[in-house]
Nanobody, 124 residues
Framework: QVQLVETGGGLVQGGGSLTLSCAAS????????VGWFRQAPGKEREFVAA????????YYGDFVKGRFTISRDNAKSPVYLLMDSLKPEDTAVYYC?????????????????WGQGTQVTVSS
């Protein structure tokens, strides 16, 4: 497992942008695919985006519709989630997660390690 630390959440006006960062503590992301999930009060955890370790392929939840971008420079760098055109319905706690052996999935159950989450609040 890898320890994950998310930063970058906050309060933003609708239509604005935020960039979340997920850093690996004590080791690199080498061999790990990384995903972002979110959970709003009273709702299930929802897949947002993921990036594959093996080939850098990216995947997004259906609701993203081109507004978010997941990226990483290399195994030592954080994984970023750039969120544009934010809407009030994007308000949630955002979590990053890592899956070993290069697995990439839209299912939370496939991820071995989770960060503590960072709150994103979008005002109308």
């Amino acid at each position: 497992q890898v320890q994950l630390v998310e930063t970058g959440g906050g309060l933003v006006q609708g239509g604005g942008s935020l960039t979340l960062s997920c850093a690996a503590s004590g080791r690199t992301f080498s061999g790990y695919s990384v995903g972002w999930f979110r959970q709003a009060p009273g709702k299930e955890r929802e897949f947002v985006a993921a990036i594959s370790w093996s080939d850098g392929s990216t995947y997004y939840g259906d609701f993203v519709k081109g507004r978010f971008t997941i990226s990483r420079d290399n195994a030592k760098s954080p994984v970023y989630l750039l969120m544009d055109s934010l809407k009030p319905e994007d308000t949630a706690v955002y979590y990053c997660a890592a899956a070993g052996a290069g697995r990439v999935s839209k299912s939370p159950s496939k991820y071995d390690s989770w960060g503590q989450g960072t709150q994103v609040t979008v005002s109308s």
